[in-house]
């Protein structure tokens, strides 16, 4: 690819992210309710244009990688991108710092699962970056950036594409496609996140079983394995959405899968139109250890999402405007503007536990409680479409969000 070169971040910068502490648990709540409020609004805006199919997708990959673009967005540009990403709740000035913190509590080494991000930029080499977006990309994300002798060469995006692919541990290939880089381009933004964990209980092979999952929209039953396990797991029943929610801890008890499994078969369009932080909260409060006995799905999703037109709708055009955008404190100048943001994610749910995976890359052009039942078995048949999310417990950030319409 010709010459590279690594820059970090100044000593300065990184002494300024620890020195402001103060409200650190306060701002971390406020970060992480940021990030389920863009959580839910892009999965409802991706569910109304793909209605009927699977849905996959990390929002913290999205909203890492858009943070890392707000470091140099100026005006209206700003304004919008943290308008759509709910960064406006938090304090601008604590903004990167508290993803610095989220980050690092997310990423223990110590955790009991294997969970890693990565972040990287990739810039047209002799062009002259402003010097402070280059040092706060490495000090708050650790994105080092390396220079790009020619966009347009297919050797530049295979070796993006290589270095996803290998902090996804192969999970995420080919997120960049063939064209998608040019003489135009100035600078890719990357975020890779890892995720990998075992059950805290986990299914036993052989008492998976062979089943028929309903797949509503063709009104028709599918083949599927079912695991299945007896014990006792944090459920909530939901009687005003008519859903049940189940949450079933990975190792560690830090992590943990969150099913909201419709009543009916085909409860899941109603459930969705309903979707909200309040019903989020409403779930965790109803949340209570019961005996369950769970059959779930073995699956595994893949999708790949073009977020322009999708992060236009919502409400942030202004950045890929070539007239209107504004990321001066990314090149000194109103030359750049954001020609693609895509995003890809995989996911894998079996009898030990899951893994998932996901990558960003953002390309910038110049131009209810119930009465206590103790002994009460409850059966949750996970046979039909369902929403689930795999969280962080504590700040109930959510790493991965979706959907199973159709496990086939």
Known sequence: MGNCAVVCGSEYIRDMAFSEQQDTSGQLVQLSSANIGFALDLYQ????????????????????????????????????????????????????????????????????????????????????FVQSFVEESASYYGAAIEAVNNFAAPITTQSINDWVSKQTEDKI??????????????????????????????????????????????????????????????????????????????????MSLLIALPTKDDGLGQLETKLSV???????????????KVLLPKFK????????????????????????ANFEGISGDREFHISAVIHKASVYINEKGSEAAAATAVMMLDGCPLPSERKKLFL?????????????????????MGRMMDPS
């Open 45 to 128: 805006t991706l569910q109304d244009e793909r209605r009927g199919t699977n849905l996959f997708f990390s929002p913290l990959s999205i909203s890492t990688a858009l943070a890392m673009t707000q470091l140099g967005a100026r005006g209206d540009t700003a304004t919008q991108i943290a308008d759509i990403f709910r960064f406006n709740q938090i304090d601008q000035d604590k903004l990167h710092g508290t993803f610095k913190e989220l980050n690092n509590l997310l990423y223990q080494t110590d955790s009991g699962y294997k969970l890693h991000s990565a972040n990287r930029l990739y810039g047209k080499s002799g062009y002259n």
């Open 301 to 324: 999703l893949e999708a790949t999402f073009p977020l322009k037109e999708v992060l236009k709708r919502m409400g942030m055009p202004d950045a890929f405007d070539e007239d209107r």
């Open 278 to 292: 309040d019903v989020l909260q409403s779930w965790d409060a109803g949340l209570k250890s019961r005996k369950v």
């Open 380 to 400: 949750f048949r996970a046979d039909h479409p369902f929403l689930f999310m795999i969280r962080h417990r504590s700040t109930k950030s959510v790493l991965f």
């Open 173 to 254: 290939k080919n997120l960049i496609a063939p064209g998608i880089l040019n003489d135009l381009t100035r600078l890719v933004l990357v975020n890779a996140i890892y995720f990998k964990a075992n059950w805290q209980s986990e299914f036993l092979t052989f008492d998976t079983t062979q089943d028929t999952f309903k797949v509503f929209d063709e009104r028709e039953k599918v083949p599927v394995s079912l695991m299945i396990q007896e014990g006792r797991f944090a459920l909530a029943v939901d009687n005003t959405n008519d859903c049940l929610v189940l949450e079933m801890p990975y190792k560690g008890h830090n």
